[in-house]
């Protein structure tokens, strides 16, 4: 890669460069983040959920505990945003806005990004709960919109994701 910048020598052909390294490996590096991260990488068809508990106030420490958020994972699995996004400062990626300041903020309204029209025309406020449905399934969320990204099946890894978004992207963690 660095060759290939060095050769090219012009911002303009080291971003292709870039997107065109980057188009080529993200899935298997995707994969392999996900993987490491604990991912359940089998088709949603697949995945068979556990069966609910019986009794709530039954749970044992050890439920409760795999209930909470885990930062560390939720920080592992931001890698997968981290291939378009930025998270602690405002200046956007070659692929994707930052993602500084999401939560609270009107979806598409963030400078220095193209929006497709479906964003755009979204009347949305990121929230956790919204981040949490967009995560889920982004194009049956909001046909028509741009991101690539096909979404987490798992509900721990939006929760964990989510989680550690929220302290990641804050404007006071980034600054």
């Known amino acids: 890669m ?5 050769a090219a020598g012009s911002p303009p052909a080291q971003r292709a460069a870039q997107r065109y390294v980057c188009g080529k490996l993200r899935p298997a590096f995707l994969a392999l983040v ?7 990488l089998r088709p949603a068809a697949e995945v068979v959920p556990a069966p609910a508990a019986a009794d709530a106030g039954a749970r044992d420490a050890g439920e409760r505990e795999a209930a909470a958020p885990d930062l560390a994972r939720g920080e592992l699995l931001s890698l997968a945003c981290q291939a378009c996004h930025t998270l602690r400062t405002a200046e956007a990626h070659p692929n994707g806005p930052s993602l500084r ?11 220095g990004f193209a929006y497709s029209e479906a964003l755009r025309a979204a009347d949305l406020v990121w929230t956790p709960a919204a981040l949490e449905a967009w995560l889920a399934d982004p194009a049956g969320f909001l046909p028509g919109n741009n991101m690539a990204f096909t979404g987490y099946r798992s509900e721990r890894d939006r929760r964990d994701l989510i989680a550690f978004l ?10």
Not at 34 to 40: E, K, Q
Not at 101 to 111: L, M, N, Y
Not at 166 to 175: L, M, N
């Open 34 to 40: 996900l993987a490491l991260a604990g991912c359940d």
């Open 101 to 111: 300041g999401i939560f609270g903020r009107e979806a598409g309204t963030r400078p």
């Open 2 to 6: 660095e060759l290939v910048t060095q």
């Open 166 to 175: 929220v302290h990641a992207t804050a404007p006071a963690a980034a600054e």
